[in-house]
């Protein structure tokens, strides 16, 4: 060992996995940072060239057919399995990730059982069988001047899907994460291009659904985990024949280079990228006059959550000037202050961050309100980060469109408005956002309401007297929104929608019973809620 | 009146609607053609230039909110309004669509059904509600570590919606087709191109539907109909910030390029285009053998149909070579050899039209099996076709790319494969389509179920024992399919579906029920069926 490097757990081997098998790449090696640490990590990860990465889409088409052809109580098994194996490795795969991304242990292990908890929403989703969205309308058969055919529908899976891992979320939007888990429940193989940032723990993961697979009878294809290079056998992966649908957490930059890849496909294909948000914070005068101090510490705790390397980091603040504006951003100046540096997930996501508190703090309409201490002396300086905020005027926002722009990381911009009407005019000028939040009491009712379809225009989901770092698994959930949030806002990538985004529809027309799929057939043997003759029922 | 033109309706004055406004274009000409009696018809029609269309864009945009704020019952009365309206002025309707386009009088006189039954399908169907997506988990107050908020979701409108008018259907799939009514239904405001193949039709339909949205007291703006030259101005309707989404039909390469435009917008958006299918016929071994002749005949019904310019029109048939096959094709041939030649919609069309069985009849992989009579000296050359019948073998088949080709308007390729398996390979080979259709009886089970997995994966509607001209607007219809049959496989352009292209989820968390929209307000006040905390329920 050479000094400075951590010694690895020992399920940690350095593998990939492709259709079953622990593969190791042949490809170029990565480093692999320890952030809080400092170093780096063993064992030695490499990559994947073409000839592998295709040989596990070519896998996942393979083994497509006889999975979306199993019954679908298999499927809920796989992704029950899946769970069971992920928790009996949860405490290895949760200090593995502290050690590979800095993270707190505490937030690691909620991640763990966020992993878990939504491969069993999934699990229920399935079998409750709504997502087949059957419809039949019986035939007509003396309708003139023509009988009119029996016709039913339902929802078939896409085909292989891509999944590009995130780096902040080693374990919920990883390997396992909610793009794999919703792919895997709408019938669809998967493979996983593993974050570089945490190898380890995606090796934990991947093995863990390998042994599932097994368990659940199901073909080894449907399931495959690679480390590459994302701009090169990355967006291979993207444009190879066999993946029908992509989905990705991650930078603008690299979400925008999937997309172009896949719509230059000669069979083009979908790509489900959530990219970029500032989630504004919008402070209605009145809670702002009751709870102005209250508001600026629990800010600063948001902002701060996990080095602020949430999506849904509030990175703008926007609240009507005055003393009660004055109390929040002295309260916000104090916690940011006194806010610990913390280390981030990569040195290159530490520099970026820094870059962009660089250009926030000498831009000519800013302010620099208050910066954390640096890191300290000892710390591995390169991987560290302190929170940053910096307050504007709604003229110069409005003026200054790289203001709008994410620094990921916990920065945020305070916007001061003179006016209710000004606040509405800065909502209306914003990017489109996974979320936006809105503090207000119950005298504020006139102006929320006002705000309200323009955040509905903005964003995928809007909170009240909340903080929008957190993202439930839920049924009703939207992690979501208009471009550049997402590339695709008519769907989320969390809570069970995110089913859908692996479907398309097909009709049967005058198809004899027995050989309908069973999600239609006129005895209804699912059970399903499906839509009769304009009517929903489970006869 | 010049020599060849026709008297025209009273109610053509050659204008387009824009947020009420019955306007004249600004640019330049464009020719009207009579296809069935040759010359061009009154009275003059211009384009709009940028300017005029960016005007219906920027009204679209502007009675966007109060059209998506209105109460839905509003928005189902403008469909019906719009469906009544349409009914006053069908005959009229049906009589210049006739001379615009050549299509039989009857044929048009059912589309003008067909566009108001759609309507008000639509109606009913935004009456029923299940389209807003209510979704609601509660709050877990007591939760740790961390209480769970309450979440509610719904589906809201995308913004205004570009429709780019068929020349095929010039009443269901044109100014107030299938395309405008589902917009229309999710609460977008819709500017329509208008097909330059029939304007007269269009302007009749579009001042009924002006009519409609101000009886219904909706802004003026929710609906404009433009003429305008489609690769520059359209193209630039494409490119209208005010747009949010496009729906089209018509060929792959403009398809393509609107789909092009949209990607390239510094805010993408999407795209339905429904541009291709050549709809392949399989028969089988058991089926043939008890009704060849028949089904010879019915086949050429299909194909010659509206001069074969169905987007469903039947371009393959794939039959295992032998007597059987024989006796198929003897029948067809007979009906082809018998079919008269039909005016198709314009002369571009049907110099396309014959360019593409001059093409097949060249192939080298092709045998010439039947041509009907060319159209009679004294009819307009310009405009008149007749069918076409080829054949060739699977091997050919599948090494001769370009016979996968759609040719618009009825010609055929009959597939003569070895085997059952050939038979699936050729299936196989097939790229994206709108239908496949499968004849068998019940002896034909096992190749069946064998060869409809396969289908599954290639179309968006699968018939047995019918053909796939005539698309039936039921809620479980799908006309749509998997690239280069659409743009985008997970949605359908007739069919109550169809709504769900216009829509997003939003989700609303711990938003105060007086705030909350109606649709997922705790006493379900529209009554809806709703996902509450996992199950459906109306309470």
């Known amino acids: 060992m050479t000094p400075g490097t951590q010694t690895v757990l020992p399920v940690v081997t350095g593998a990939m996995y492709i259709a079953g098998d622990a593969v190791f790449g042949d490809a170029e090696t990565f480093p692999v940072e320890a952030p809080a640490a400092g170093g780096t990590l063993e064992p030695t990860f490499h990559r994947a060239g073409s000839a592998l990465v295709g040989r596990a889409a070519e896998l996942a ?31 290895a795969a949760a200090d593995r990730a502290h050690l590979e991304t800095g993270l707190p242990l505490p937030r690691l292990t909620g991640e763990v059982a966020r992993t878990t ?50 780096s902040n979320f080693p374990l919920a939007f990883s390997v396992a994460g909610g793009d794999t888990a919703s792919a895997l429940a709408a ?21 863990a659904i390998t042994r599932a697979v097994a368990a659940s009878g199901l073909p080894a294809g449907v399931f495959s985990m690679v480390f590459a290079d994302g701009p090169t056998v990355g967006v291979e992966l993207v ?16 979400g925008l280079a999937l997309v172009a890849a896949a719509a230059s496909r000669p069979v083009p294909i979908p790509v489900y990228a959530e990219m970029s948000a500032v989630n504004p914070v919008f402070l209605l005068p009145g809670r702002l006059s009751e709870a102005a101090s209250d508001l600026g510490a629990a ?32 309260a916000a100046r104090d916690a940011v202050t ?36 640096d890191p300290e002396p000892g710390s591995w300086p390169g991987c560290w980060g302190s929170a940053a905020l910096v307050a504007t005027t709604a003229e110069e926002f409005l003026a200054a469109r790289d203001l709008h722009d994410e620094v990921f990381g916990a920065a945020s911009v305070i916007v001061r408005v003179a006016s209710s009407d000004e606040l509405i005019d800065v909502a209306r000028a914003m990017e489109g956002q996974l979320t936006a939040t809105v503090h207000a009491t119950d005298g504020d009712a006139a102006l929320a ?30 992690h979501g929104g208009p471009f550049p949030a997402t590339s695709d806002s008519r769907t989320t990538s969390v809570g069970t929608l995110a089913m859908e985004r692996f479907l398309r529809p097909v009709a049967y027309q005058d198809v004899p019973d027995a050989l309908l799929p069973t999600a239609v057939r006129e005895s209804n043997p699912d059970g399903l809620l499906r839509l009769v003759d304009g009517s929903y029922t489970k006869n």
Request: hydrophobic share 45%; glycine share 10%.
């Open 187 to 207: 019938g669809c193989p998967v493979v996983v291009k593993g974050h570089e940032a945490h190898p380890g723990t995606s090796e934990i993961i991947a093995a």
């Open 117 to 166: 908890g939504q491969l069993r929403l999934f699990a229920a989703t399935l079998r409750e069988g709504t997502w087949n969205g059957a419809r039949i309308d019986h035939a007509l058969p003396d309708r003139v001047p023509a009988r009119r055919p029996d016709v039913r529908q339902r929802r078939i899976p896409l085909g292989p899907v891509a999944v590009f891992a995130a």
């Open 299 to 330: 800010f600063v705790g948001s902002l701060t959550l996990g080095a602020g390397q949430f999506c849904t980091n509030p990175g703008i603040v926007v609240g009507v000037d005055g003393p009660d504006l004055d109390r929040f951003i002295a």
């Open 239 to 254: 444009r190879h024949p066999a993946i029908a649908a992509v989905g990705f957490t991650g930078s603008r930059a690299a």
């Open 338 to 373: 006194a806010s610990a540096p913390a280390p981030m997930l990569t040195s290159r996501i530490a520099a970026s961050y820094a870059n962009g508190v660089a250009r926030l703090a000498a831009h000519p309409a800013t302010e620099v309100l208050a910066r954390a201490a």
């Open 61 to 91: 088409e393979a083994a497509f057919e006889a999975f979306r052809a199993a019954p679908t109580e298999q499927r809920a098994r796989l992704l029950e399995l899946a769970a069971d194996e992920i928790e009996t490795v949860g405490g």
């Open 449 to 478: 309401s006002s705000l309200l379809p323009v955040l509905e225009r903005k964003a995928g989901r809007i909170l009240f007297n909340g903080w929008p770092t957190g993202v439930e698994v839920v049924p009703s959930m939207v």
